[in-house]
């Protein structure tokens, strides 16, 4: 178990439901993302947390309940599927995202041949009544769980009434935002890679209620950038990132350790074909910022897609395009 606190806020994560905070008011989900459709599954068991935050934890009727987060570690399609899946928001960011709704606990129950085998209502019983001492639940609309996802959310307010735990059934949140009533999307992990992927920045960003972010450490590169007047620092991403389709983007960068104000600048994510690179890097080039960021933890927010990446015939040709790409990324930043 860790206890990853930052700002005096802490929360638990726990591989395992040994020593876990309880009893508990549970949000049950995968939460790849903690976009708005996930604010709103969690919403039901913030506001059940702080009700008993100033009850005597010995009222055994009314006991102080903690908020958490229960999802599954693998994720469930990497275990099926035996192939890595790249995630929107690795362990360390859904932690910064969790706690910066106030969740309290975070449990990744390990995804196994185990888990995957119990029947919905062995779920219920061992892992939500026995091991979490669950006193309410809240699951979205298209929740499945237990063996071959037998079990619906219906399902589970069904199983846990039996223990006079209620479910509260979050329904499918939309994105109705420049869309004709018909068109209405369902707000999903999926629909955000798509986007990503898309290069449509704006949409993503309005499905995660915030800027798709990228976070990492500034590590050597080849210092190319330095050679034609723009140097750019090379960030080490986790290898289990979600990264957006190749190309420039316009980004907002902060750096934690100095100042959460954020500075200006433009990214390339790709291969750097011109000059013959072979792995994918993100490389940030700021705008007015001349001081070294080597070992510096660095958060790039997603503004807007500029252009895919191209190869150029020179690092002339490049040079100018990268001043085109600023000018155009300040333009933005201005307006």
Not at 93 to 98: G, H, P, R, S, T
Not at 209 to 215: A, E, I, K, N, V
Not at 218 to 231: E, H, M, S
Request: glycine share 6%; net charge negative.
């Amino acid at each position: 178990m860790l206890n990853l606190s930052q700002n005096g806020c802490s929360v638990w994560v726990a591989s395992s439901t040994e020593g876990l905070l309880t009893p508990t008011a549970v949000a049950l989900g995968k939460f790849d993302g903690v976009h708005l459709g996930h604010q709103r599954v969690i919403q039901p068991v913030l506001q059940s947390a702080w009700g008993g935050e100033n009850l005597d934890q010995s009222d055994s009727k009314n006991p102080r309940l903690y908020s958490t987060v229960v999802t599954f570690d693998p994720h469930p399609h990497e275990f099926f599927t035996g192939q890595p899946r790249d995630l929107l928001t690795p362990l360390d960011e859904k932690v910064a995202q969790l706690r910066s709704l106030g969740v309290e606990q975070l449990v990744l129950l390990p995804f196994d041949r185990e888990l995957s085998a119990l029947s919905p209502e062995e779920f219920v019983d061992k892992i939500l009544v026995e091991q979490l001492q669950c006193q309410q639940i809240s699951v979205g609309q298209d929740f499945c769980f237990g063996k071959k996802r037998m079990g619906t959310a219906q399902d589970l307010q069904l199983l846990a009434a039996k223990y006079n735990i209620p479910v509260t059934i979050v329904p499918i949140q939309t994105d109705t935002e420049n869309l004709p009533a018909a068109d209405d999307t369902r707000i999903s992990t999926s629909l955000i890679r798509d986007s990503l992927e898309a290069g449509d920045i704006q949409k993503a960003n309005r499905l995660l209620g915030r800027p798709y972010s990228l976070t990492g450490v500034v590590v050597t590169g080849q210092k190319l950038g330095r050679t034609i007047g723009f140097p750019t620092a090379n960030i080490q991403l986790p290898k289990d990132k979600f990264l957006p389709c190749h190309g420039v983007y316009a980004v907002k960068v902060i750096i934690p350790d100095n100042s959460l104000t954020p500075l200006f600048g433009v990214m390339n994510i790709g291969n750097r074909p011109t000059v013959d690179g072979i792995d994918t890097r993100a490389e940030v080039h700021l705008l007015d910022w001349s001081s070294d960021l080597y070992g510096q933890n660095l958060v790039i927010q997603l503004v807007k897609f500029l252009r895919p990446e191209q190869k150029f015939p020179s690092l002339e040709a490049l040079k100018n395009q990268i001043q085109l790409d600023s000018t155009a990324a300040q333009e933005i930043f201005n307006s």
